[in-house]
């Protein structure tokens, strides 16, 4: 029976990976057509019927380009580091609660937190081992950017926890069958859309990669399937981001259409973000994160361990 349970596990792991880098794929066409609508251009229209194949195309490209590296490079942890990455972020995956509940156990959202802080050290590790000063200065901001958005984040977690009464996000499931917790956490939910913007690198906030300025920040020594995987580790942490959304805040029932409607819509907010506003000044940034995001949420989660104490004092 305990084989039986592995074999399943395993197989239903790998159909989990392989659906999340094709949604991945589907989701880099959707974002340059939708930035190329924002810009009145069209995007990838040649590949195939309406461009559709294209990111089969870019993948098949960027996978058989021939690989360079600096010879003065640490080449291990250089060589390791994207595929560190990419594999962090599809862990935290597992704990999703899938109808038939994979891995996800009663501090899922522990476990979550903690992997989530693994992955600055994949972007350490990535913007070091290149012994480029470029790549250095880009992991070193993209580190104090993440670290810095981190504490709000576990802090706006640590709310919801409170209300929700468990660390896992099957709870989150069950007690939102009849009431969204942004009715409830509204202000939160705001703080958490920003925090994800700025945890994933995206655009208002996407200083760790700002062309414009660190020629493309930490990545900036890798090529073909380096960049490659830490392309697609950028964009599977935007679609679990959107995903934890959508659980924490709109109701969490994954086997409803509404749900998945719900995800798309979110991740074209993401898309839109980046087409519409103008990169932020990085001390803005930080001050964003210590002297609004910080006070904000702690002052929240006083009030919902007060809101939860006298819910408790009543029953």
């Known amino acids: 029976m305990l084989l039986l349970d592995l074999i399943m596990f395993i197989v239903s792991s790998l159909i989990l990976v392989i659906c999340v880098l094709v949604g991945v794929a589907f989701l880099t066409l959707f974002e340059r057509k939708i930035l190329g609508y924002i810009q009145f251009r069209k995007g990838p229209n040649k590949v195939g019927i309406m461009g559709i194949v294209q990111p089969f195309g870019?993948?098949?490209?960027?996978?058989?380009?021939?690989k360079g590296y600096p010879l003065i490079s640490n080449y291990i942890m250089y060589y390791w580091s994207p595929i560190f990455s990419l594999f962090i972020i599809l862990l935290m995956w597992l704990i999703v609660p899938y109808c038939f509940i994979m891995i996800s156990f009663d501090l899922s959202v522990m476990f979550m937190l903690c992997v989530m802080s693994l992955g600055v050290y994949a972007m350490m590790i990535a913007g070091w081992s290149?012994?480029?000063?470029y790549s250095l200065l880009g992991s070193i901001r993209a580190?104090?950017?993440t670290i810095s958005y981190e504490v709000s984040l576990a802090l706006v977690m640590i709310s919801f926890i409170f209300l929700n009464g468990g660390y896992s996000l099957v709870e989150f499931m069950k007690n939102q069958e009849f009431f969204w917790f942004f009715l409830l956490g509204g202000p939160l939910m705001l703080i958490w859309c920003v925090i994800m913007l700025a945890e994933t690198n995206r655009a208002p906030?996407?200083?760790?990669?700002?062309?414009s300025e660190l020629v493309s920040g930490f990545n900036v020594e890798y090529s073909s399937g380096g960049f490659a995987l830490l392309f697609l580790a950028e964009y599977t942490s935007i679609l679990f981001m959107s995903l934890l959304f959508v659980v924490m805040f709109l109701g969490s029932n994954?086997?409803?259409f509404g749900f998945y409607f719900k995800l798309v819509v979110l991740i074209f907010g993401f898309i839109w973000?980046?087409?519409a506003f103008p990169r932020f000044r990085y001390d803005k940034l930080m001050y964003l994160a210590w002297k609004i995001f910080l006070p904000m949420t702690l002052n929240m989660l006083v009030f919902y361990i007060g809101?939860?104490?006298i819910c408790l004092m009543l029953i």
């Open 58 to 66: 870019d993948a098949l490209k960027l996978f058989s380009k021939e």
């Open 130 to 133: 290149s012994n480029s000063k």
């Open 143 to 145: 580190i104090a950017q």
């Open 205 to 211: 906030f996407d200083f760790a990669e700002g062309e």
């Open 254 to 256: 994954l086997n409803s």
């Open 273 to 275: 973000v980046r087409g």
């Open 307 to 309: 809101l939860k104490f």
